[in-house]
């Protein structure tokens, strides 16, 4: 199987989510990446759930992160992300988050290989940062994500990958199952894919729905999300990606697009 060089995170900001935080590739024993992202969140309506509906209410987030991932065996990565978010007047960090990716069986042909992992994470948040408006950078909630990764890849580098799980939230933050599909192509020095990401949480209360003062905790977070992502390498250990999504359903989430862009680092074993 050709060996195809791998690439990038990107980590979104504020309730959802992020897309990148697991993949279907591998890093491979002692082979590592360091992601420096930057991004921003254009939040032209705010999804507040059945009984409140679309709110006119904007919000502009920016956000960085360091992203890195480290390849233990050729089978299990270990991943660690740490965003920092501004959002009008509250700006810091938000949660770690901790992953751990073991392929437990590969299926391969002449031309293709089906790749079956599993993946559990924790994430808590990093610092006591403000509850109680639409610019909170989070819910302050401990989380811990299990997923299932079925992952296929060809030769010539197209790849298509499913996975999903459950997210246990500490109370009372509702608890949801995640799902993404991502597709396309990795190659040497290019790297593109296009995503669907999906949250749903079960409970919870609404924006506005319930009488104030109301515990943003206790929010359901659900969304629909697309998005893509175009990486260039530029040699054999940097390399520059750029990415695009859209919040176009949801509740207790604003609704609208998102920019990203970063610096790769790759290293390997000598």
Known sequence: ??????????????????????DGFYRGKQNGTVVLGLGFEEGKKYLAGDITGKLDITRSVFYSSLFGAY???????????????????????QDIAIYLKYRIASVDTENSSFQFSVAGGFSTNLTDYDLGGLNDIGQQATVIDTRG??????????????QS?????????????????????????????VYFDYQHAFGGIDYRSTPPPQDFREFGVDFQK?????????????????????????????????YGVGLVYNFRKK
């Open 165 to 193: 799980g459950y997210s246990f939230r500490s109370d009372p933050t509702p608890s949801s199952i995640p799902a993404t599909f991502k597709a396309g192509r990795a190659l040497a020095k290019w790297y593109y894919d």
């Open 71 to 93: 390849g233990i065996t050729d089978d299990l990565d270990v991943n660690v992300t740490i965003p920092y978010i501004v959002s009008d007047d509250n700006a810091d960090f």
């Open 149 to 162: 990764i079925v992952h296929f890849q060809t030769n010539e580098g197209w790849f298509a990958t499913l």
């Open 226 to 258: 697309v998005g893509g992502t175009v990486y260039r390498s530029l040699g054999s250990s940097f390399g520059l990606y750029a990415s695009l999504s859209y919040v176009y359903d949801g509740r207790n989430i604003f609704k609208g697009p998102g």
């Open 1 to 22: 199987m050709k060996k195809f060089l791998l690439l990038f995170l990107v980590v979104q900001s504020s309730f959802s989510l992020a897309q990148g935080k697991l």
